[in-house]
C-alpha cells in the first residue's frame, strides 16, 4: 500500500519563516498616508503594531528566525501533514498526482493560527495587554482568541453581524479561549457609531470591521491591533506551509508541476505559494495559481491600484489588485474570500506574471467540496473549496492530455462550521453570481487617482 | 525543546486487532433469547449482522488480522498522535506525565469510524446494499454515514429526535455523505409507530431508535444493522487505539501507571483499555479506570445482570451493568454516555476487579474542558471531558504526593458540535444530576429476574 500522508517530525519542521520582499521581481509600490496620499515610513505604523512586527512588514532579510516560544505553540499541531489524494484521484481517473496540505488540523481548525501566534508572541514581548481585531466569517477571530489566550493577552473581536448571527458557534469558540466578541457595527467606537446612525439595522461588513478595530487600538495604549491576512507580515508567518510543503515533496522526490491555493486577502495562497514563488523566480517551471469566487473578482476584473484596506479611511492606501473599498460583494458562503482587495505581495506577483488567478462560480465549488468529502473524507471550508475546485479541473485536463502532473493544493480549513451551507447547496438553494462590468467600474471609480 | 507529538508512520500502524475473549478471568455470560430467556448462539445474530461480525463476537483468536481494504481507509488519519499534555502538566504544576490519544482527529471527528470502517466493509463483502443503526449526539450516526460512503453502501440513520432538532450540523454532515436520516421515533417502523400513538411528542430515546433500526434491518432482506458500542465485535476494532498507544509508549520508553477513558457502552474506553488489560492480567501494575456521568451511573450504581439493549425487547438479553432498559437519563451534554448499560466485557472487567470507576458531575466535567481547551488548544467532547476531568484530579494527586505517574487518557473526540453546551456552561445554565437510590431501584425492579 502505498503511503497517504506524507509527515515530518515536530524536529523536521523549519526554523525560519521566508521573506519574499527582497526577492521580488519589482519592490511593493510604497505605502501612503489615507489623508496626504504621501508615502509613509514604517513609524506611521507603530499607533496599531508593535516594533518587531513592524520591522517584519518592511524587512530585507530574506529568513527571519521564528522564535522558540511560537514554535512550541506551533508543535500543538504542527508540522501539518501533506496527503496524496489517492481517492479523489481514483474518482477522476486522473494520471495526475495530486496532494493536499492539511491546514485543518489546528485547534481553530484552519491556517490562521500560524500568524496569529506569532502576532500575539511579539504583541506579548513589547508589553501589549490586549489585541483588537475583525473577523467575517469567524476563521481569524478563533485563531487571535486562541492565541492571545496561550500568551495571556486579552482579546477584542469585532465580528461582521451578520456572521455573528449566523455563526454562533464560531463566537462559542472564542469565548471558550476568552475572548470579547462584539457584533459589529457597534456603538463602542465612533466608527461604528457613524455607521448605525445611517442605517441602525446594518448587518456590517469586514471594512466596517477593521475601522471598529483599528479606532479600539489606536484609542488604548495597552491595546494594539491585529490583521489576519494581507500585510507582509502576515504572509510571511504563512510561509511555513510552503516552507513545510518543500521537505515533504523533498522526502518522496517529487515536485510540483501546479500549486493551487484560494485568495481572499491572500494569507493561505501566499502560505504555501510564496516559496515555490522563489523556486519559479530562480528558473524553476511551474504554475501557481490563486483562485477566487467570481462574485468577489479583486485579481481577476479588479485593478491594480492604490486602495484603502476599510471603509472609513483608517488604513494607509496600499497598491493592490482591489474592486474598490466600499465594494460590498453579495453574501456567499466563502466569508473568507469576500474582501474587495488583496495582498500587496500577491498583487505585484499577478502584476508580474509569476502567478495566475482564477474565478469559481459557488454552486461549482460546492460541488467539488461534496466530491472532495466523498473521496477524501475531509469536510472543507468553502473556501478552500475554491482551491479544490480548479485542482479538480486541473486533473481532468491532465486525463484527457495524458499528463502525469504533480498538483499540489492547500487545504486552508476544515468545514465543521459551514455544514449549514452544505444544507443550502444540497436544498439547491445556492446563488451564483457574476458582475456587470458597470458595476465594478463604478465602485472603482470612487478611488483616489494616484498612479 | 521536548517534542509534544509522538507519531507513528502508516507502516508502523498495528496490521491486527486484539480479541480479549480467550484471556478474560471469567468468560461471558451468554445472551439470552429476548422472549424464552434461552441462551442463544451466534446464528440467531444472522438477521442483522453478517458473518464475518458474527465469527468475530464470538472468536477465540487473540488477535484478527485486519482487511487490507480497512488498513487503507484508517490510514487517512490513522496512526493517531499520542500528545504529552505540557501546558496541562505546567498548569495543574503536576509531576505527573500526561498523555492523551487523539481520536478526533478522524473525518467525522470521533473514534467511532474504528469499527465503522470495519462493519461497512465487512458488510459489503457480504454483498448488503444497506446499513440500518442509531445515533444519539451524532457521532456513531456520522461515522457509520461516513465508512458506508466509502464503500458505496446506502445508509439509513434514526437519530434521536431531540438531537435531530438541537444538533443541525451532525445531520448536515450524514447529508454530506450521502446518509439518510430520520427523526427518531418515527412512522416508518412499527416500534416508531408505538411510541408516537402512546406520545406523538416523544423526542425520542437511544433505546427506542435501536428499536426502530433493528425493525428497518429485519424487515428488509438487503439490509443489516450496525451497532456503535457495546458488542465484542465493535470493541474489539476499537484495540487499535490501545495497540498504537503501546508501540508509542515504547518510543520514548515509558509504560502508563493511570489508564483512563470515558465511558457510555464502552468502545471508547475499550479501545484504549483493553490491550492493557492484558498487560495487567500477565502481571503488570496499573490502574485502569472508566470515568461515566452521575446522571446516567450504570457501572457506578447499577447492578450487573442480564438486561435488554432497547426498549422494544427487540435486542437479546445481555449480562451487563445495567439501570434498566426503562432508565431515562436526564438530558445531560455527554449525549455518547446516555445509555443505559454497559458492555458485557467492560461489566466483566469492572465485576472480576480489574478495571475501576468512578462518576463524574457535568459541571465539574466542563470546567476541565475548558482548562484544557485553554491549556492545549483542543476543545474537547463532552463525552471526553469525563476523562480528562478524572485525569486532572489523578494529576493533582500525584501533585499532593509528589508522585511522577505515567498518566494517558483517551479523547474521544473534538467538541465542534457540541459548542452549544460550552455556551451553557458558561452562562451557568448547567445542571448537576444525582439519583435518589429509589428511583434506580425502580428501573432495576422492571427487570427480569434470571440469574
Known amino acids: 500500500m502505498q503511503d497517504r500522508k506524507i509527515m515530518l517530525s515536530e524536529r523536521e519542521m523549519p526554523l525560519s519563516w521566508y521573506n519574499i520582499l527582497p526577492d521580488l521581481p519589482t519592490p511593493l509600490s510604497p505605502p501612503l498616508h489615507p489623508a496626504t496620499h504621501q508615502p509613509i515610513g514604517p513609524e506611521a505604523l507603530q499607533p496599531i503594531f508593535p516594533e518587531a512586527l513592524i520591522e517584519q512588514e518592511v524587512s530585507s532579510q530574506s ?8 514554535l512550541d505553540v506551533y508543535r500543538l499541531w504542527r508540522p501539518t501533514p501533506l496527503v496524496r489524494a489517492l481517492g479523489l484521484e481514483k474518482k477522476l481517473n486522473t494520471p495526475a498526482k495530486i496532494f493536499y496540505k492539511n491546514e ?10 500560524n500568524t496569529a501566534v506569532a502576532q500575539a508572541y511579539y504583541n506579548r514581548q513589547a508589553g501589549v495587554k490586549r489585541l483588537a481585531t475583525e473577523t467575517g466569517a469567524g476563521q481569524w477571530g478563533s485563531a487571535l482568541a486562541f492565541a492571545c489566550n496561550h500568551f495571556g493577552l486579552e482579546c477584542t473581536v469585532y465580528m461582521v453581524k451578520v456572521s455573528y448571527q449566523q455563526k454562533p458557534y464560531r463566537k462559542s469558540m472564542m469565548h471558550v479561549w476568552g475572548a470579547e466578541v462584539i457584533p459589529s ?7 461604528g457609531q457613524d455607521i448605525l446612525a445611517k442605517d441602525p439595522d446594518s448587518l456590517g461588513s469586514l471594512g466596517i470591521a477593521i475601522s471598529e478595530a ?30 513545510e510543503t518543500q521537505q515533504q515533496f523533498k522526502k518522496i522526490g517529487l515536485q510540483p508541476d501546479i500549486l493551487v491555493g484560494c485568495c481572499g486577502g491572500g494569507s493561505n495562497f501566499a502560505g504555501l505559494a510564496l516559496p515555490y514563488v522563489r523556486e519559479k523566480i530562480n528558473g524553476r517551471n511551474l504554475r501557481i495559481i490563486a483562485v477566487e469566487p467570481t462574485a468577489c473578482p479583486s485579481l481577476t476584473r479588479g485593478e491594480f491600484r492604490y486602495d484603502f484596506g476599510d471603509t472609513a479611511h483608517l488604513t494607509p492606501l496600499l497598491k493592490m489588485f482591489t474592486l474598490g473599498h466600499d465594494f460590498v460583494p453579495p453574501g456567499i458562503h466563502a466569508g473568507g474570500l469576500r474582501y474587495h482587495g488583496a495582498s500587496p505581495i500577491v498583487s505585484n506577483l499577478l502584476h508580474n506574471g509569476i502567478i495566475e488567478a482564477v474565478g469559481c462560480k459557488q454552486t ?16 472543507p471550508a468553502p473556501e478552500s473549496a475554491h482551491a479544490i475546485h480548479c485542482v479538480i479541473e486541473e486533473a481532468e485536463k491532465c486525463r484527457e492530455a495524458g499528463e502525469e502532473k504533480v498538483i499540489v493544493f492547500s487545504l486552508s480549513g476544515h468545514g ?5 451551507s452544505y444544507d443550502s447547496f444540497l436544498a439547491n438553494q445556492l446563488q451564483d453570481y457574476e458582475y456587470p462590468e458597470e458595476k465594478i ?7 483616489p487617482v494616484i498612479d
Chains 1, 2 share one sequence.
Open 63 to 70: 529568513t527571519i528566525s521564528i522564535p522558540e516560544e511560537v
Open 104 to 113: 485543518g488540523v489546528s485547534p481553530p481548525g484552519s491556517h490562521k493560527p
Open 185 to 191: 457595527p457597534s456603538p463602542k467606537t465612533k466608527a
Open 214 to 243: 483599528i479606532e479600539d487600538a489606536v484609542q488604548h495604549a495597552d491595546t494594539k491591533y491585529a490583521l489576519g491576512s494581507v500585510l507582509n507580515h502576515v504572509l510571511l508567518h504563512q510561509t511555513i506551509i510552503g516552507l
Open 364 to 379: 461549482a465549488v460546492f460541488e467539488s467540496a461534496l466530491l472532495f468529502a466523498r473521496t477524501e473524507g475531509i469536510i
Open 416 to 420: 465543521h462550521f459551514d455544514l449549514a
Open 441 to 447: 467600474k463604478e465602485a472603482l471609480s470612487e478611488l
